[in-house]
């Protein structure tokens, strides 16, 4: 099995127990090649039931589907300051994960 580590960044709100320690809130996932499919993540928020807790929603779901059932997930069920943090760094994930494979691809 191939896996890749992706990265997605985005800024952090004001406020944050995290913004004292980084500017912005980053989520790394490794992610299997043949199907997208997540199989491990985390994120830099503070503390670390709420990085288990992403982790624990995102992973298991395949980016070859699109990235519309784990942001409903991210938005329904991460009810705290970095929710729209959250979003966008997962949205950057996946953006990073199709310019990998587009290039893989020689696109």
């Known amino acids: ?3 890749a580590f992706i990265a997605g960044h ?5 406020g944050m127990a ?3 320690i980084y500017e912005t809130l980053t989520i790394t996932a490794e992610i299997e090649l043949k199907y997208g499919v997540i199989l491990d993540v985390s994120c830099t928020l503070a503390t670390e ?3 288990k807790f992403i982790t624990h929603l995102l992973r298991g779901y395949s980016l070859n589907d699109g990235i ?12 705290g300051k970095a929710s729209n ?3 966008s760094a997962f949205k950057d994930l996946y953006k990073q994960y199709n ?6 691809r020689g696109e």
């Open 85 to 87: 943090a959250l979003i």
């Open 18 to 20: 995290a913004k004292s």
């Open 49 to 51: 039931h709420g990085r």
């Open 99 to 104: 310019l990998m494979i587009k290039t893989k």
């Open 68 to 79: 519309d059932e784990p942001l409903k997930q991210l938005q329904e069920f991460y009810l």
């Open 10 to 14: 985005a800024r952090l709100p004001a």
């Open 1 to 3: 099995m191939q896996s």
